[in-house]
């Protein structure tokens, strides 16, 4: 049996700010905010150390965990971010890749045919470094039955 996934955790420079923006992005809803002064912690070395630790969940799924910056720890920002993207079922694809721009989510790359774009899909990058996913409600069926499902 293969463990059942409940969250995607997200490293935020500020988690006041990264639950505001996210609330705003995708309407999540927050649970307390957990702060401890001192965490023991073992590193991949066997260091010990005592690091801050402050996060939060989003109360209903699929949970996403907030955690805030902790410089010189496993919890840091990078260029990158260690969260690809967060999909979400689009009925209006245009309309949300334009509200999503008009958010300060510049969009990055969308499905294209011929000269029409978005179609299929848009990825939509916030400057929190993470990366949204508008998905065509009009594909779930096809992804359901071909990639929802164990072979």
Known sequence: MEPEHYHVG???PDLASAQ???TE???VRWGPVMHLDGYDVRDGDG???VLPNTLCYSTSAPYLELIEEVPGSVWVCN???NLHHIGFWSTAMAGDSERLTAMGCPLQICGRAGDR???SFAYHRDPLGVRLEVVDVGLRST???L???EP
């Open 20 to 22: 505001i923006r996210m």
């Open 117 to 119: 774009a978005p179609v």
């Open 147 to 149: 990639l929802f499902t």
């Open 10 to 12: 997200i490293v935020v």
């Open 25 to 27: 992005l995708l309407g």
């Open 79 to 81: 260029e990158h971010s």
């Open 47 to 49: 260091n010990d150390l």
């Open 143 to 145: 992804m359901q039955q």
